[in-house]
RNA sequence: GGGAGCGUAGCUCAAAGGCAGAGCACUGCGCUGUGGCCGCAGGGGUUGCGGGUUCGAGUCCCGUCGCUCCUCCCA
């Protein structure tokens, strides 16, 4: 082995491609819908968007970014996540000028130096909405809706699937309950593992989020966010959960989640997959009401999702029953050694083109027979081109599914060959 | 960051210290210029990389890189 991708990155080969472009057709259509307008942000932002943005004590931000100097000395990143982007060109544009709820979706890589794994590597996609500029629990229940709409619009049988939501409050209702949390795991630190000591003094909500068996007696105890909310979120979440119920979405209610990037406000959801292995979340995402204005722009609230296109493919790759070959419509075969047989060979299969047929020529060399065998694979029709066809100003063309063959005009071919076609049905 | 397993032909995998192999794929021939089946032949490899032990290493040891999975975290 030379040279390699770099570790966590990989090639999608022309395989894969057909069903990466598949569900990303889909995924603009149902975003469409729902009445949103993609945006294209750079990969590559100032680092400190992210740190002020996503938090700097979030291991997304300090332990798994990629940052670099540029030639001036500023300190970039490739981007760990597009949210912030996202708000960031919103307040950079002015969009909120434009009145009413900005919505948006972005699709592209994302960039983070983590240990690679089955669903995990270090440039993965994404696809996501971000809607801006509405406090609305209705607006929540419709990002909601829209990520189980996408799902059954892929044909990802609901069974297979489960809604974790949970609301962790405003800032405020943050502060006290993240107290709370304090003074509750203090006088019980030896049941806990050593991370969650840690956490302990630096974002006790991620205690939380400990899957180790030790501390599970200890989480389970905790007080719940959603006792510590004010009035109007307390409000806000069960308008959420009326939506959904109206909706008929089936949720899960989830005290321990909470999510790692600090932005988060409120609703909190996460959809994941039970055919999926620890890397279970298709997508997750929440309401940020504060990140607007931490960012430098006028406060606006705001509610989205992010959903990782490699674990949609490792989820659909075995049902994908999706008849993705693409083949050729004609694969033009020159015959023997003659230099004007072959000009005639590239000319034919331009005039094909032109007439908007897909076209290949063989240019290996390969036996006739050889040729043919490789046209039934990849293609309709084989177009024949030899000295004794060229004489005559034809060239033979067969249809390789029924063996049926026929002259054709290299006059005209184009028109030729559609008629020839049309005329059989 | 911690742990476990695995790297041999384009792909899937054999070779348990002694000649690096099979199936599929690829190319040619049988069939001189026409596919799907069958038969025959052929091309292909620094056994991930580097070191060590040994008369001899794909095999054992050390290191390194990569992959896979778990933990952690998240999409």
Not at 277 to 297: P, S
């Amino acid at each position: 082995m030379k040279i390699g991708a770099v570790r966590g990155m990989r090639d999608i080969l022309p395989e894969e491609t057909p069903l990466w472009q598949k569900l990303e057709a889909e995924i603009r259509a149902a975003f469409a819908l729902y009445g949103y307008r993609e945006i294209r942000t750079p990969l590559v932002e100032e680092a400190g968007l992210f740190a002020r943005g996503v938090g700097q004590a979030t291991d997304l931000v300090h332990k798994e970014m990629y940052v670099f100097p540029d030639k001036k000395g500023l300190t970039l990143a490739l981007r760990p996540e597009a949210t912030a982007s996202v708000v960031r060109a919103y307040i950079e544009h002015g969009l909120y000028a434009k009145g009413g709820v900005a919505k948006l979706y972005y699709f592209g890589p994302m960039f983070r130096y983590e240990k690679p794994q089955k669903g995990r590597s270090r440039q993965f996609h994404q696809y996501g909405v971000e809607a801006l500029g509405s406090l609305d629990p209705a607006l929540d229940a419709e990002v909601i809706d829209l990520a189980g709409y996408l799902m059954e619009r892929l044909g990802l049988p609901r069974e297979g699937l489960f809604l974790r939501i949970n609301s962790i409050g405003c800032k405020e209702d943050r502060a006290r309950y993240r107290e709370a949390l304090r003074d509750f795991f203090t006088p019980r630190a030896e049941e806990l593992c050593a991370d969650c000591r840690r956490r302990l003094s630096e974002n006790p909500l991620r205690i939380l989020d400990c899957k180790r068996g030790g501390c599970q007696p200890a989480i389970r105890a905790a007080p719940k966010s959603t006792d510590f909310l004010c009035a109007e979120c307390r409000a806000h979440f069960q308008e959420v959960l009326a939506h959904l119920d109206r909706l008929g979405t089936p949720y899960e209610l989830d005290h321990t989640l909470v999510r790692g990037l600090d932005y988060y406000t409120r609703t909190v959801f996460e959809l994941a997959s039970r055919d999926l292995g620890a890397q279970d979340a298709l997508l997750g995402g929440g309401r940020y009401d504060d990140l607007a204005e931490l960012l430098g722009g006028p406060p606006t609230p705001g509610v989205g999702f992010a959903g990782g296109m490699e674990r949609l493919v490792l989820v659909l790759r075995d049902r994908a029953e999706l008849e993705l070959a693409g083949k050729l419509d004609v694969y033009v075969i020159p015959i023997g050694e003659e230099q004007e047989v072959k000009r005639a060979a590239v000319w034919a299969a331009s005039q094909l083109r032109r007439a908007g047929l897909a076209v290949d020529v063989e240019y290996l060399g390969r036996s006739v027979r050889k040729a043919t065998q490789v046209a039934s694979r990849v293609a309709r029709h084989a177009l024949f081109l030899g000295p004794d066809e060229l004489a005559q100003g034809v060239a033979k063309l067969k249809d390789l599914s029924s063996g049926e063959e026929r002259p054709l005009k290299l006059e005209n071919l184009g028109a030729a060959f559609q008629q020839k076609v049309r005329a059989r049905g």
